[in-house]
T-cell receptor, first 115, second 112 residues
């Protein structure tokens, strides 16, 4: 199947710093990508929809100035957690849809720990 | 608003058993339905995609069915193995390029 690559898989950062997570569709072009957050033993929570060449659409309650999304090309979306706090520690996953049939593929996830 | 429910929340079976995971959704106007597997600390792996016009899809020991009119899908796993232990997620798609709506998953344990 199609491949979505997410990097890094694990990151530890200090409070107040910023962390960038990359999501790439390796063998197809994705005009739209999705960013999710997952808490332990919980299902995925949609954070935002990333649109190539335009602003991201954020879900209610998600701070757009804290979670900066950039979708600069048809194969790359980035999520930057700015001024990270310990409560931002979580598992972040990105997804892209295959054009046509719409099958969704997910990245490997990024475990963020803010200390 | 579309809601997806998965039953049971957790399931433990001995190796070799056939099992069925259930998924129901409230709005039958879906574009497709997808089943995923998630291992602890990992991303989601796509298992099966069923288009709205299809009734079932098969891949190896997995078979997924879709009954749009009743808002139900089932994932059948034949001859379960310990390696099948994971969380299985059902998700519906409303239009082909919108966010998927997920159920909370079924946590499966297959005991050797």
């Amino acid at each position: 199947g199609a491949v979505v690559s997410q990097h890094p898989s694990r990151v530890i950062c200090k409070s107040g710093t910023s962390v960038k997570i990359e999501c790439r569709s390796l063998d197809f072009q994705a005009t739209t990508m999705f960013w999710y957050r997952q808490f332990p033993k919980k299902s995925l929570m949609l954070m935002a929809t990333s649109n190539e060449g335009s602003k991201a659409t954020y879900e209610q309650g998600v701070e757009k100035d804290k979670f900066l999304i950039n979708h600069a090309s048809l194969t790359l979306s980035t999520l930057t957690v700015t001024s990270a706090h310990p409560e931002d520690s979580s598992f972040y996953i990105c997804s892209a849809r295959l054009p046509g049939q719409g099958e969704a593929f997910f990245g490997q996830g990024t475990r963020l720990t803010v200390v | 608003k579309q809601e997806v429910t998965q039953i049971p929340a957790a399931l433990s079976v001995p190796e070799g058993e056939n099992l069925v995971l259930n998924c129901s959704f409230t709005d039958s106007a879906i574009y497709n339905l997808q089943w995923f597997r998630q291992d602890p600390g990992k991303g989601l792996t796509s298992l099966l995609l069923i288009q709205s016009s299809q009734r079932e899809q098969t891949s190896g020991r997995l078979n997924a069915s879709l009954d749009k009119s009743s808002g139900r899908s089932t994932l059948y796993i034949a001859a379960s193995q310990p390696g099948d232990s994971a969380t299985y997620l059902c998700a519906v798609d409303l239009s082909g390029n919108t966010p998927l709506v997920f159920g909370k998953g079924t946590r499966l344990s297959v005991i050797a």
